[in-house]
């Protein structure tokens, strides 16, 4: 039985030249945002946060702090994926519908926010390191995401981080990580490069 997951991961290649006559609705970018933010995180956290540029205006101020790269207004949509410092105190909201859910007793909460502010609390190295790392799941779920719905992506961290801050108004904690375009690729597009041998790589102990 053929796997979709698996065919996506063996499959993906990354995008650099896009069909910019061809537009994915809102609804689309929409969905595209919904399943990225089904990624993993730490003590569900869910300290990301998505931008989804794009109108014209939007795309040409990203595109000025992007390192002019053409893939940020070609693409239909180029998403700014943030990372938000990893902070205990959100530990309760954030886990107040797991408890509604059913999933997880009231009685546990604060043991998960105590072990989360040992982790985090003065910690800003641990904690900017975890934003890093809550907005690389999520993008990479979205690549996939693209992927299964016939969509080729870009990650990008060419860019100026302070000025995607500044225009598209960041708060003090919250870190682009990288830029993500999506949209429809062009043929003339290579495919998957092949990749280091799994004995260079890989240990099995």
């Known amino acids: 039985?053929?796997?979709?997951?698996?065919?996506a991961i063996e499959q993906r290649s990354?995008?650099?030249l896009y069909d910019a006559s061809r537009d994915i609705t809102d609804a689309q970018v929409a969905e595209l945002a919904r399943l990225a933010l089904l990624a993993p995180s730490a003590f569900n956290l869910q300290n990301w946060r998505l931008i989804a540029v794009r109108s014209v205006d939007a795309k040409a101020r990203l595109r000025a702090v992007g390192w002019d790269q053409p893939k940020i207004t070609d693409a239909a949509v180029t998403f700014i994926v943030c990372g938000v410092v990893a902070d205990h105190t959100d530990m309760p909201a954030r886990l107040?519908?797991?408890?509604?859910a059913g999933i997880m007793p009231e009685s546990m909460v604060a043991g998960w926010t105590g072990a989360a502010k040992n982790l985090y609390f003065e910690q800003p190295q641990r904690a900017r390191d975890e934003a890093v790392r809550s907005a690389t799941f999520s993008a990479m779920t979205l690549i996939l995401a693209a992927k299964s719905l016939g969509l080729g992506s870009t990650p990008m961290i060419g860019f100026d981080p302070d000025g995607v801050s500044r225009e598209f108004g960041l708060a003090a904690n919250e870190l682009p990580v990288l830029l993500l375009a999506v949209g429809y690729a062009t043929d003339e597009n290579w495919p998957q490069k092949p990749r280091r041998p799994m004995s260079e790589v890989f240990?099995?102990?």
Request: a negative charge.
């Open 1 to 7: 039985m053929t796997h979709e997951i698996i065919n």
């Open 14 to 16: 990354t995008t650099n």
């Open 96 to 100: 107040s519908p797991v408890v509604a």
């Open 203 to 205: 240990d099995l102990v």
